[in-house]
């Protein structure tokens, strides 16, 4: 199955070696190419592909306000490409309902499998992102503006399955890996992760991965 990407990234060289990248894989067609947040969102609209790599910082409407009406209109996932490993805008796109996020000096292999990752319905961070986002809703003072999230007691909602899917997903398992785990049908994998986003009122898999995380849910066993 083929899987269609826009790329959107204001630098012209940038998102020539991104569509050069992409093009090279087996699987993956870019549908095309969008030079700002306006633009990304337009064609969204009009081309409907499977997701958008997505450049934060760009003209006319930055990436955030473009990831946000890409995922609040259903259009497509959106996979946010960032120089930093940490910063406001990592929150923002979270809050927006980015399906992963990936360092901009990441190589290629990493940036075909966060692709194919994420099309997929798979939440991805990198690595970096990750332990500095973490890290950052650990701290005693006041963190950045955080994701939509549930309070203990909105996690009481779950059932005791929704909540071992949901630890899983913290530690950053597919489906495949959370149904051998579970030893239950990737399907059936699917079905729960669903009804957990619906339940806690979030909007992307990553979003569960860093409330569980938040909460402690991964290290349950």
Partial sequence: MTIRVLVAEDQAAVRQGLVLILRSAPGIEVAGEAADGEEAVRLARELRPDLV???????????????????????????????????????????????GFLLKDSDAAALIDAVRTV?????????????????E?????????????????????LTPREREVLGRV?????NAEIADRLAMAEATVKTHVSRILGKLGLRSRVQAAVLAQEFGLSREP
């Fill in 170 to 174: 913290g530690e950053g398992l597919s």
């Fill in 119 to 135: 099309a997929a319905g798979e939440g991805l961070i990198a690595p970096a992102v990750t332990r500095r986002l973490l890290t």
């Fill in 53 to 99: 790599l997505m450049d934060l910082s760009m003209p006319r409407l930055d990436g955030v306000s473009a990831t946000g009406r890409i995922t609040g209109e259903g259009l497509a996932e959106v996979l946010v490409l960032t120089t930093f490993d940490f910063d406001e805008y990592v929150f923002g796109a979270l809050r927006a309902g980015a399906g």
């Fill in 137 to 157: 809703f650990a701290r005693s003072r006041p963190a950045p503006p955080r994701p939509p999230a549930a309070d203990p007691a909105r996690l009481s909602g």
